[in-house]
């Protein structure tokens, strides 16, 4: 049986891309569930206090993440991300040295 699987996605905008990189992120859920690989549950997008973007989101199942690659407009998504910053290790936010991290809540 397949189980859905948590991603958290990190995007650190480079200098001047906060609100383009944002904005792409704020899109990211929609197109994934166009694809049908993610589920219905909504995102949680949020801010690091090193300025990195963190969304949270859910996988239908642990290989959509793979099926993703397959489609042209998630790759163009991704790499119009990919240009606007870089893409850290979650251990690299200064948040998870905290037993209950907290982050800044971004967008509705």
């Not at 609100?19 to 049908?36: D, F, G």
């Not at 642990?62 to 993703?68: C, L, M, P, S, T």
């Amino acid at each position: 049986m397949a189980r859905p699987a948590i991603v958290f996605a990190l995007y650190k905008p480079h200098l001047g891309s906060e609100a383009a990189l944002y904005n792409l992120v704020a899109t990211h859920s929609a197109v994934l569930r166009k694809y049908e690989l993610v589920t219905g549950r909504a995102p949680i997008i949020c801010r690091s206090a090193n300025g990195t973007i963190v969304e949270v989101f859910e996988w239908v199942d642990e290989a959509a993440h793979k099926r993703a690659h397959e489609h042209p407009e998630i790759a163009t998504l991704w790499e119009r991300m990919e240009g606007l910053g870089e893409m850290p290790a979650l251990g690299t936010l200064p948040e998870c040295a905290e037993s209950f991290p907290h982050f800044e809540p971004l967008g509705a």
